[in-house]
């Protein structure tokens, strides 16, 4: 081990013992979060996105291929559709029926999770346009979240064609996002390891470091 390998360690071990020592109990050891499926402001479902429409998922996490943070789109990227799109077809084959049945002219369907698109991208249905007042954003909550002393890259993985759903699960059959992997540090180190041993025929001739510097600031 190098000399900086040991500074990093030390560091690393003294941050955690300050860190129990103060007895924050929030350290957010991701190990533990395995599963984590928190409820999200708005209904987004990957199943009906990714899996009926397949929008492809960097469509929407174009920073994945960038750098290190895969991001998560604007409510403007969403508007791209809904701005059209105001309701599930199931809603509007509804009012289709109806408004033959009742020999009226079609009423223009507006789901109660797209409002709350609407509301905060201040978009008006009466009128199909923009108005001047925003209101609050969707305030996504994270599902993934690995501690600051970590350093993970996106671009680095998605470069080297290691799919989204070898560390994600089939995001595409979900209907809420879940942590599927642990996020340990073994987790980590495994994968690399199998790579430079070859026993990862997916990525014959890459290498994947393993040392400590390369994932700890
Ligand atoms: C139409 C846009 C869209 C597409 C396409 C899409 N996503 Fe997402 N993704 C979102 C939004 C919005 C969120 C935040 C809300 C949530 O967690 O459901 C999200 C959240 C996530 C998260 C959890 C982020 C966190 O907080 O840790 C992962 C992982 C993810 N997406 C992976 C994928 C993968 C893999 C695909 C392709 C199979 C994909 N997404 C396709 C919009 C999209
Ligand atoms: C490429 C087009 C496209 C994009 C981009 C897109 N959607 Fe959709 N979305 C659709 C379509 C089409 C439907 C209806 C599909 C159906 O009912 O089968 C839909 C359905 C929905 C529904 C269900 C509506 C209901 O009540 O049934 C919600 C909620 C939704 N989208 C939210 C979002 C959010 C949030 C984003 C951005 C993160 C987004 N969509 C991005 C095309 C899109
Ligand atoms: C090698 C494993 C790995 C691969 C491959 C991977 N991710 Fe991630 N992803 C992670 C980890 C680990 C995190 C948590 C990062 C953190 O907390 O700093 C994460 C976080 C995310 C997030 C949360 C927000 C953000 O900006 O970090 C989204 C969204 C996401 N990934 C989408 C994707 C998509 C889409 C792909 C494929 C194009 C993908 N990921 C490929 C491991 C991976
Ligand atoms: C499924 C296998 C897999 C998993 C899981 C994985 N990685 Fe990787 N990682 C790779 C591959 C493949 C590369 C090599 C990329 C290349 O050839 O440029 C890589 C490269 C890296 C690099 C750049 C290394 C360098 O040599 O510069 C970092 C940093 C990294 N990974 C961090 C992480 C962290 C942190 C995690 C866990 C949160 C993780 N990886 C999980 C496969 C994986
Ligand atoms: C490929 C990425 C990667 C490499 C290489 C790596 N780590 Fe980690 N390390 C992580 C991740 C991710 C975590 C957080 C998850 C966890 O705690 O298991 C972590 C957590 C830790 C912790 C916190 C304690 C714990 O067990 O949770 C220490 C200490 C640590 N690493 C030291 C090291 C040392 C020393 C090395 C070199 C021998 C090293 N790491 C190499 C990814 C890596």
Same mark, same amino acid.
């Given at each position: ?16 013992g ?14 533990l ?10 209904? #987004? ?6 899996g009926?429409?397949?929008? !492809? @998922?960097?469509? $929407? &996490?174009?920073?994945? /291929? ?52 609407y ?31 970590? #350093? ?10 290691? !799919? @989204?759903?070898? $560390? &994600?699960?089939?995001? /595409? ?45």
């Amino acid at each position: 081990m190098t000399h900086r390998n040991i500074t990093i360690l030390i560091c690393i071990a003294f941050a955690i013992g300050t860190l129990i020592y103060a007895g924050n109990v929030n350290i957010n050891l991701p190990g533990l979060n395995q599963g984590f499926a928190p409820e999200q402001p708005l209904a #987004f479902s990957h199943r009906l996105h990714s899996g009926d429409l397949t929008i !492809p @998922c960097l469509y $929407c &996490h174009s920073g994945a /291929e960038k750098g290190a943070p895969a991001g998560i789109p604007a409510a403007s990227t969403c508007m791209n559709c809904h701005r059209f799109v105001t309701a599930g077809w199931d809603q509007m084959k509804i009012e289709e029926k109806k408004a033959a049945e009742e020999k009226r002219d079609l009423q223009l369907v507006v789901s109660s999770e797209l409002q709350k698109l609407y509301q905060a991208t201040g978009y008006s249905t009466e009128t199909m346009a923009y108005q001047d007042k925003l209101g609050a954003p969707l305030e996504w909550v994270r599902v993934h979240d690995l501690p600051d002393f970590v #350093f993970f890259n996106h671009s680095r993985h998605v470069m080297a064609d290691v !799919p @989204c759903q070898t $560390c &994600h699960g089939l995001v /595409e059959t979900m209907e809420t996002v879940h942590q599927a992997a642990d996020l340990s540090m073994g987790w980590c180190v495994n994968c690399h390891r199998d790579i430079n041993s070859g026993k990862n025929a997916n990525f014959k001739g890459k290498h994947a470091s393993i040392s400590c510097a390369v994932c700890h600031y």
